[in-house]
């Protein structure tokens, strides 16, 4: 299995000033897999320590801040010698000991020539900020669950991810249908390593299909663990929520239809806990599509899920789906669809979305996109429709220089000039497995 991230990872090495790095994510997207994997291929031997198991280092690290007698105690642990940029140091788990993220701060400054990748859960480091976090003395990189393109190429498909990538706009034409097929794949399976892995190895959507409930369990057990009881219930009420908020044609998020009787002050401190843990994403709606899009929230949001594999396993999604044409595109008045893009977009540009809608909320964009100095719109079809009503009065109104529709129609860009010389855009018509390809195809002369 590859992973495009592995290409930062080789970045850092390469960078002769870098920091320890601070690898961040969700549980269960592969964060320890990929350390290692980057420790086999580009060290001559990685020196791993894992904190959530009680250890010897564990409680050293809790009192010493000596970056020799740290070394000696992890040379003694691992049974070998580190070399400086030819051992690969990876701390494992590190929210579970506070002492050794804050190392980090002393190894930067005192043993700058080891090189430490570290990683821990996403709301376990959340928790850490501000007491004792090596703030500014660390570089970060943030691990998504597997994208589509990389589950192509994962399934043994690595030439469409290829074809896709180079966008040979006219070859792609001709394996549409294909394209569209493994799509098909990607919504009922999704980005989950261990159940991606499964699949490319058995192809067997019943046991996709346990994995991904087992995944979901264990998450719900987390929220008891780490968690009060009442807030354990109100995390589970707004977990178990997201599936309907999003299978509603306004997918805004409602509190009311959380839980009845809770406020929503108590629901958001639920949602900051989901958030945090990277379970959850908020796409925040904004009252004027203007840079920066941050400075014009108004409040309301949608709320996506870690996965869209996960999201297909907790709505129920039959397997057999795969077989029906394009009605898994438009299962729960698209919410698959639009859940698949967001992580798309997060994925290949590390950029959080927004969205707008009207003031009378006559008209709607499912996303809107910082680039080069200008907001992009993007309007999801989850079939062929490309009927876009909402599109052409965002451009008439606000005349952004593109805009980009995506749906199952294959690629078409055109020039569309705006009533009464108020200017023109272009449209790009981009189909939906190439999302990954959006910003690179606007930015293409």
């Given amino acids: 299995m590859k992973r495009k991230l592995m290409e930062s990872l080789v970045s850092w090495k390469k960078d002769t000033e870098h920091r320890p790095l601070l690898l961040r994510g969700a549980r269960q997207v592969g964060k320890t897999w990929l350390m290692k994997e980057f420790g086999k291929l580009e060290y001559d031997r990685t020196a791993y320590v894992r904190f959530d198991h009680a250890s010897p280092l564990r409680e050293l690290f ?250 297909a396993a907790k709505t129920g999604l039959p397997p057999r789906t795969i077989l029906d044409g394009s009605r898994v595109f438009e299962e729960f008045k698209g919410a698959l669809t639009e859940q698949f893009v967001q992580q798309e977009v997060v994925a290949s540009t590390g950029e959080m979305p927004h969205y707008w809608a009207s003031p009378r909320g006559d008209a709607e964009i499912d996303f809107l996109l910082q680039s080069t100095g200008d907001v992009i719109p993007v309007e999801v079809k989850a079939s062929v429709n490309l009927q876009a009503k909402s599109l052409k009065y965002y451009c008439g109104k606000f005349r952004p220089p593109v805009a980009i529709r995506t749906s199952l129609a294959q690629f078409h860009s055109q020039t569309i000039t705006l009533a009464e010389d108020k200017g023109e855009y272009t449209l790009f018509d981009l189909p939906l497995y190439a999302v990954s390809r959006l910003k690179a195809e606007i930015a293409t002369p």
């Fill in 62 to 311: 809790a009192s010493e801040t000596n970056v020799v007698n740290l070394l000696d105690a992890i040379q003694l642990q691992v049974g070998f010698k580190i070399e400086p940029r030819r051992t690969l140091v990876v701390f494992d788990e590190i929210q579970e000991c506070p002492g050794a993220l804050a190392s980090l701060k002393f190894f930067y400054e005192e043993a700058p020539e080891i090189d430490i990748v570290a990683a821990g859960s996403q709301l376990g480091l959340s928790n850490h900020v501000g007491t004792g976090f090596p703030v500014g003395k660390v570089d970060s990189l943030f691990l998504y669950p597997i994208s589509f393109m990389e589950f192509v190429e994962a399934i043994g498909k690595g030439q469409f991810a290829e074809l896709i990538d180079k966008g040979d706009w006219r070859m792609i034409s001709a394996f549409h249908d294909e394209c569209v097929r493994l799509l098909k794949l990607y919504f009922l399976i999704g980005g989950m390593p261990r159940v991606v892995d499964d699949y490319a190895r058995h192809g067997d959507f019943t046991r996709t299909r346990r994995i991904q409930k087992s995944l979901l369990q264990d998450y719900r057990g987390d929220f008891g663990k780490h968690a009060p009881p009442v807030m354990a219930r109100r995390i589970e009420a707004v977990w178990d929520s997201l599936p309907g908020q999003l299978s509603r044609e306004n997918k805004k998020f409602i509190f009311k239809d959380v839980h009845q009787g809770t406020r929503a002050q108590e629901l958001e401190l639920a949602m900051q806990w989901l958030t945090e843990a990277g379970l959850m994403r908020q796409i925040c709606r904004v009252t004027k599509p203007d840079l920066p899009l941050e400075a014009y929230h108004d409040g309301a949001f949608k709320g996506f899920v870690l996965d869209i594999g996960l999201l």
